[in-house]
């Protein structure tokens, strides 16, 4: 059992000597005295999982990574191109550097969480349809592709779809434009 003033201090030692030592160039602002939180986590597995939740999101999902053993990283992706779904098994510094080539840069912001692509932007969405006079088509019937049976290989039709009463509720709701006054 460490404690947490020594261990701070050892592991600063050692990261400084290895910054060092790799012609790496030590911040000019590098704290004298480091925090160290420390709680026994086990074998970390449970550790990894639980930091991989706050890290970063969107990069992978928790369920696509199948497997960590032997310092191998089994995961799934789909494939941009053809969009199949694959599995692919990489050593663990490999899937971390996959994984850390996602993060942007200090200052860097993701596109699709800024401005008006905001998830909270949904006012100012309604406002540039109006400006722009778009009308997106919510209830938009598209014809459905057809379902094969598993067993049998026939053709298979849907004779009837339950819809839920609130999920009508709302799909009525959506579709009725809001006023000026309601959007502003």
Known sequence: MFKQQSLAKVFRAI????????QLEVPKDCP???VVDCKSVGNGS????????YLYKGVIREKDILTCENGMVTFRYTESKTKKVKTRTVPGEEFLWLFLQHILPKGFRRVRSYGFLHPCSKRA?????LIL???PRLLEQRER???VCPLCG???RIVRTLIPAAEVKRLVALS???SVDQVM
């Open 32 to 34: 004298k005295k480091w």
């Open 125 to 129: 969405i309604f406002l540039l349809q």
């Open 176 to 178: 009725l434009r809001p």
């Open 15 to 22: 990261l400084l000597k290895e910054l060092v030592a790799n």
């Open 145 to 147: 592709p057809g379902i």
């Open 133 to 135: 006079k778009f009308k």
């Open 46 to 53: 449970k550790a990894i999982i639980y930091l991989g939740r």
């Open 154 to 156: 026939a053709k298979m």
